[in-house]
T-cell receptor, first 112, second 114 residues
């Protein structure tokens, strides 16, 4: 079974402060990890994925297989980063392929 | 066209009604998905279609009946729903069904069962 845990339901920071949204997963095989974001009144959209190793909107996330974590980080938060963030896992294999399992989500609030 | 569209945006139905949700994409994607999202909860997978065939049914009650008439269209037929089925129903699509293909989400249909 695959499981994703986001321990913080709400994270509140001031503009310009560093941000780290935590994500831990449980999966016996080789997962692919994603961060999805949902801005107010907008659809759920992909922010980044571990396999591409790129930085989107200043956010980065590194897959740590030893700690089974995929934390999302940004050195300087902006007010427009305020949104709901979901960590998601896609398992391997013909049956699990592209079955996304989402974490509970973390609401990020960036205060001015 | 790089969007997934869903209609209607809002739907209120009684427990004896029959209604359908519609999802459409014109990105040439061959995998389509239905998710259910309750308030303040993450999306939960309901069904996966791959090449217009049902691949995965996540033990969803039979009062929800999916249909994929063609590669661009995905329907969810609703019948005899319960108030606890009230939720945001999200449709998504991806190029293929394999691990790692990005899923593109629609805006959702907010369903209220009275």
């Amino acid at each position: 079974a695959q499981r994703v845990t986001q321990p913080e339901k709400l994270l509140s920071v001031f503009k310009g402060a560093p941000v780290e949204l935590k994500c831990n997963y449980s999966y016996s095989g080789s997962p692919e990890l994603f961060w999805y974001v949902q801005y107010s009144r907008q659809r759920l959209q992909l922010l980044l994925r571990h396999i591409s190793r790129e930085s989107i909107k200043g956010f980065t996330a590194d897959l740590n297989k030893g700690e089974t974590s995929f934390h999302l980080k940004k050195p300087f938060a902006q007010e427009e980063d305020s949104a709901m963030y979901y960590c998601a896992l896609s398992g391997e294999g013909s049956n699990a392929g592209n079955m996304l399992t989402f974490g509970g989500g973390t609401r990020l609030m960036v205060k001015p | 066209d790089t969007e997934v569209t869903q209609t209607p945006k809002h739907l209120v139905m009684g427990m004896t009604n029959k209604k359908s949700l519609k999802c459409e994409q014109h990105m040439g994607h061959r995998a389509m998905y239905w998710y259910k999202q309750k308030a303040k909860k993450p999306p939960e997978l309901m069904f996966v279609y791959s090449y217009e065939k049902l691949s995965i049914n996540e033990s969803v009650p039979s009062r929800f009946s999916p249909e994929c008439p063609n590669s661009s269209l995905l329907n969810l037929h609703l019948h005899a729903l319960q108030p606890e089925d009230s939720a945001l129903y999200l449709c998504a699509s991806s190029q293929e069904r394999g691990q790692g293909y990005e899923q593109y989400f629609g805006p959702g249909t907010r369903l209220t069962v009275t």
